[in-house]
C-alpha cells in the first residue's frame, strides 16, 4: 500500500507521539471559576463594556445550571478547578515568521504552511486560549470576506458580532456548557461572507491545546449571506497529560438564503480531555448546510451539531465518523429541526469501536406542524471490531406534520473471518485487509475531505487499529 | 513448479471433510475436480488458500515440494496462489481499481505506474466484456452473481498467479456469460499458469479443456481420466462412482 510518509511525519499522529512537551506560556488567569477570573480575562482582552456584561450574565446561567446527566459520564471532571484562560507568548500575526518558534514548530509539524500555500483560502492558528496567527487571501479580503479570530470582530465589526453572537443561535442558557462558554469563551474564528460571493478554496483554524488541566472555549461564528458559499475545517489536536482539560467551543452557523456551507472538523484530542461542544446552524430558505466531522480523540465527547431548517427548501446533511478505544466515550449525534415545509435532511452516522470503545449516537429528528412535506432520513452504522466494544443508538422523533416522510436505520457489523480471508487471498497482510475494510467504511466521510486530510484520516485511523488482529 | 495435496486430511467444525486427498498439478496444466455435492471440492480449495476455518489434520501441501501449511493466506497469494472464490465478499467503499492496485503492489518493490496499471485493467476487462465504470464500483458491492465471478477472473487475470482455483466458477452464470468468462480463463491459459478447476457440470469443460478430470467422492479422489472423463460422467452420473 502506499504509505504516505508525509502525512506520518507531519500529521496530527505526530503529536499524540509526544506528550512530554514543556508547556510555555505569556500569561494566565488563576485556577477555577470566579466572576473576578472572568473580568479578567475580558480586561486582558480590552474588551467593551457590553462584551463583560455579556459573560458576566453567561456565568449567572452557568451556575444556576446542573451539570447534565445524560449523555457521558462527567463524574470525574473537576470543572471548577480548571485553568481558564492561558495565553500564548507572541502577538497576533498574519506573518508566518512572525510566529513564536515554539507555536510555529507546533503548526510546522501539522503542515499548515504548505497546506495553506497548495489548497487553502485563509487560515488561522489557535494556541491555547488565543490565536497566534490569521491569514486570508487577498483576493477574497478585496471582495468583502472577512477571516478573523472572534476577539478582532468584538473589537473591529462589533455591530455583527452584537447581532449574531450567542443571540439567536446558541443563547448561553442553551445549555450548561454553552453557558460556561459564553463566560470564559476566547479566540476561534469568525467569518462572514457576502452576498453571492463563493469562496473557491477552504478556509481553515487548527487549534491546539498544550497547557496541563486548561480549559479551551474558542467561539466561531460563521455568517454566510444570501447565495454565498463557504467551505470551512477545523482540526484540533493536543499532546497527552494526565490532568484533566476541557474543550468547550460555540459553533455557531448562519446560513442564509441559497447559500452553502460546508464545515468540517477532524478533531483528535488526546484522551484526557473533555470535549463538550455546542455547535448550531440556522439555515434559511434553500440554503444548504453540511456538516461533516471526525470524531477520534478526546476521552469524553458530548456532540450533537444541530440544523434549524427556518426557511422552506432549507437542507441539512450532518455526515460523521465516530472513533472510539479503551476508555473513550462518545456520546454525538445530531440534531435537526424542520421547521419550514420541504425542508430535507439526511444523518449519516459511523461509528468504529475497538478495546473497549463505547460509541453513542444520540440524535433527534423534529418536524414541527406546517413543515409540510419534509424528508428526514437518518442511518447509523456502527462497526465493531471486537466483543468488548460498544455501540448505542438513542434516535428520537417527534413528528407534528402527517405530510412528511421519516426514517430511521441503524445497523452494527463486524469484520467477519470470511471476509478477511478473501482480501488476504489476494495478498493483503491481515492489518491491511482490515484497514481496507475500514478505509472504506469511512469513505463516504473522507470523500468530503481534502485529499491530504482524507489521507490523514486514513493514516490516523490505521494507526488507532494497529495490533487490533492476529 | 508443481502444486501436491498429498495424503490430505482436512476437517471443518471438528468433522472430517478429506480423508486423504491427493492431487498434483503442474504449471502449464489444466485440471477439473468434479463431483457431488458435499464431496469436499470447496473444503480442498479453501485449505489450499489457507482459510483458518479449515484444519488440515495431516497430509500435506506443497508448493514446489515445500510445504506452504504454516504460510497464511497471504503468504501463499503472494508466493502464486490464487483462489475464485464460489461467493466472493462485498468491501463497501473500496473501489475495484483501488482494491486491485493494492493487492498488486503487495507483491512488488516499487508501486505499478498508473499507466501500466490502467493498460492492464484496460486489456483485461475489454476481455471479459465488462464496462469500464466498474473499475470505480465498489468491491462486488452490488454486483450481479454474473459479474462477482467476472470481477474473480479480472483479478486473477491482474495478479498473474502460478497456481489458480477456480471454485466454482461456472455456477449461477447463464450460458453467455458463461462463454465470455470460460473465453477469459482460456485467454489466460500459459504454461506458467497451473490451473484447478472445480465444478458439479461439464458445460464450462466444453470451453475450458482440462488436460486432466477427477472424480471427487467422500473426501477423496476416486478417479482420474482425460477430457473424456468429464463427458462419461455427464452420460452416467456420480451414482455409479458413490458406493
Redesign the interface.
Known amino acids: 500500500?502506499?504509505t504516505n510518509i508525509n502525512a506520518l511525519e507531519k500529521g496530527f499522529v505526530k503529536k499524540r507521539a509526544s506528550g512530554n512537551v514543556a508547556a510555555p506560556y505569556a500569561m494566565r488567569v488563576e485556577q477555577g471559576l470566579t466572576e473576578e477570573h472572568i473580568a479578567e480575562i475580558s480586561h486582558l482582552k480590552g474588551e467593551p463594556d457590553w462584551m463583560l456584561q455579556k459573560r458576566l450574565e453567561s456565568f449567572r446561567i452557568y451556575r444556576k445550571k446542573p451539570m447534565p446527566t445524560w449523555g457521558a459520564d462527567l463524574s470525574a471532571l473537576d470543572i471548577e478547578n480548571i485553568w481558564p484562560y492561558i495565553k500564548p507568548e507572541g502577538q497576533k500575526t498574519n506573518k508566518w515568521e512572525e510566529v513564536p518558534s515554539y507555536i510555529k514548530d507546533t503548526f510546522d509539524k501539522l503542515g499548515i504552511p504548505e497546506a495553506e500555500k497548495k489548497f487553502l483560502a485563509g487560515v488561522g492558528a489557535m494556541y491555547d486560549s488565543e490565536t497566534r496567527y490569521f491569514k486570508i487571501r487577498k483576493d477574497l479580503e478585496a471582495m468583502g470576506v472577512i477571516f478573523v479570530d472572534t476577539d478582532t470582530a468584538v473589537q473591529e465589526y462589533p455591530e455583527l458580532v452584537k447581532e449574531y453572537f450567542m443571540t439567536k443561535c446558541v443563547p448561553a442558557a442553551d445549555n450548561k456548557f454553552s453557558a460556561l462558554h459564553g463566560a470564559l469563551w476566547s479566540g476561534g474564528s469568525f467569518v462572514y461572507v457576502p452576498k453571492g460571493v463563493k469562496v473557491p478554496m477552504p478556509l481553515q483554524i487548527y487549534f491546539m491545546m498544550n497547557y496541563p488541566g486548561e480549559g479551551q472555549f474558542e467561539h466561531t461564528l460563521i455568517i454566510a449571506e444570501e447565495g454565498s458559499e463557504i467551505n470551512y475545517i477545523e482540526g484540533c489536536s493536543a499532546p497527552r497529560y494526565d490532568t484533566r482539560s476541557v474543550h468547550s467551543a460555540v459553533v455557531e452557523i448562519f446560513a442564509k438564503k441559497g447559500s452553502r456551507v460546508r464545515y468540517t472538523s477532524i478533531q483528535n484530542w488526546s484522551k484526557n480531555v473533555y470535549n463538550l461542544n455546542t455547535k448550531r446552524a440556522i439555515v434559511y430558505e434553500d440554503a444548504l448546510m453540511e456538516w461533516v466531522g471526525g470524531t477520534l480523540g478526546s476521552g469524553k465527547t458530548m456532540l450533537y451539531p444541530c440544523s434549524m431548517l427556518v426557511g422552506k427548501g432549507a437542507r441539512a446533511e450532518h455526515l460523521n465518523i465516530t472513533f472510539a478505544s479503551a476508555g473513550q466515550e462518545k456520546d454525538n449525534g445530531a440534531k435537526v429541526f424542520h421547521l419550514a415545509p420541504n425542508t430535507t435532511s439526511i444523518v449519516v452516522a459511523k461509528s468504529i469501536a475497538k478495546d473497549g470503545g463505547w460509541n453513542k449516537y444520540r440524535g433527534l429528528l423534529k418536524i414541527a406542524k406546517g413543515a409540510v412535506g419534509a424528508k428526514a432520513n437518518s442511518r447509523c452504522e456502527a462497526l465493531l471490531i471486537d466483543d468488548k466494544s460498544r455501540s448505542d443508538t438513542y434516535p428520537e422523533m417527534d413528528v407534528k406534520e402527517s405530510r412528511v416522510n421519516i426514517g430511521h436505520e441503524a445497523i452494527a457489523s463486524r469484520i467477519?473471518?470470511?471476509?478477511l480471508?478473501?482480501?488476504?487471498?489476494?495478498?493483503?497482510?491481515?492489518q491491511?485487509a482490515v484497514n481496507?475494510?475500514i478505509?472504506?467504511?469511512?469513505?463516504?466521510i473522507t470523500k468530503l475531505l481534502p485529499l491530504e486530510y482524507a489521507v490523514e484520516l486514513n493514516k490516523l485511523i490505521e494507526l488507532e487499529m494497529e495490533g487490533s488482529v492476529g | 513448479m508443481e502444486l501436491e495435496a498429498r495424503n490430505l486430511h482436512v476437517s471443518v467444525d471438528g468433522k472430517e471433510i478429506l480423508k486423504g486427498l491427493g492431487l498434483r498439478v503442474k504449471q502449464g496444466q489444466v485440471h477439473a475436480i468434479m463431483g457431488p455435492n458435499g464431496s469436499g471440492k470447496s473444503t480442498l480449495s479453501n485449505a489450499i488458500?489457507g482459510?483458518?476455518?479449515y484444519k488440515v489434520e495431516s497430509g500435506e501441501i506443497l508448493l514446489d515440494g515445500k510445504s506452504i501449511l504454516e504460510m497464511?493466506?497471504?503468504e501463499?497469494?503472494?508466493a502464486g496462489i490464487?483462489?475464485s472464490?464460489q461467493y466472493?465478499?462485498e468491501?463497501?467503499?473500496?473501489t475495484l481499481t483501488n482494491?486491485l492496485r493494492?493487492?498488486i503492489?503487495?507483491?512488488r518493490e516499487t508501486?505499478i505506474s498508473s499507466m501500466e496499471f490502467n493498460s492492464e485493467l484496460e486489456k483485461h476487462m475489454k476481455l471479459l466484456k465488462m464496462k469500464k465504470e466498474f473499475a470505480y464500483r465498489?468491491?462486488n458491492e452490488g454486483f450481479s452473481g454474473g459479474e462477482k465471478k467476472r470481477c474473480e477472473i479480472l483479478?486473477m487475470s491482474m495478479?498473474k498467479p502460478k497456481f489458480a482455483i477456480l471454485d466454482e466458477t461456472d455456477s449461477g452464470l447463464d450460458i453467455d456469460a458463461l462463454k465470455t468468462v470460460a473465453k477469459g480463463i482460456e485467454k489466460l491459459k500459459n504454461p506458467f499458469l497451473g490451473i484447478v478447476i472445480i465444478t458439479h457440470y461439464h458445460r464450462i469443460l466444453k470451453y475450458v479443456k482440462p488436460d486432466f478430470v477427477h472424480v471427487m467422492v467422500d473426501g477423496r479422489i476416486v478417479k482420474s481420466g482425460g477430457a473424456k472423463l468429464a463427458s462419461e460422467l455427464e452420460k452416467t452420473g456420480y451414482e455409479k462412482l458413490v458406493k
Open positions: 500500500m502506499g467477519s473471518q470470511e471476509q480471508f478473501y482480501l488476504q487471498s489476494r495478498g493483503l497482510t491481515e491491511q481496507l475494510i478505509s472504506g467504511f469511512i469513505e463516504p | 488458500m482459510n483458518p476455518k497464511p493466506t497471504d501463499r497469494s503472494r490464487f483462489l472464490f466472493p465478499f468491501v463497501s467503499g473500496v482494491f493494492t493487492a503492489n503487495q507483491r508501486p465498489y468491491l483479478q495478479l
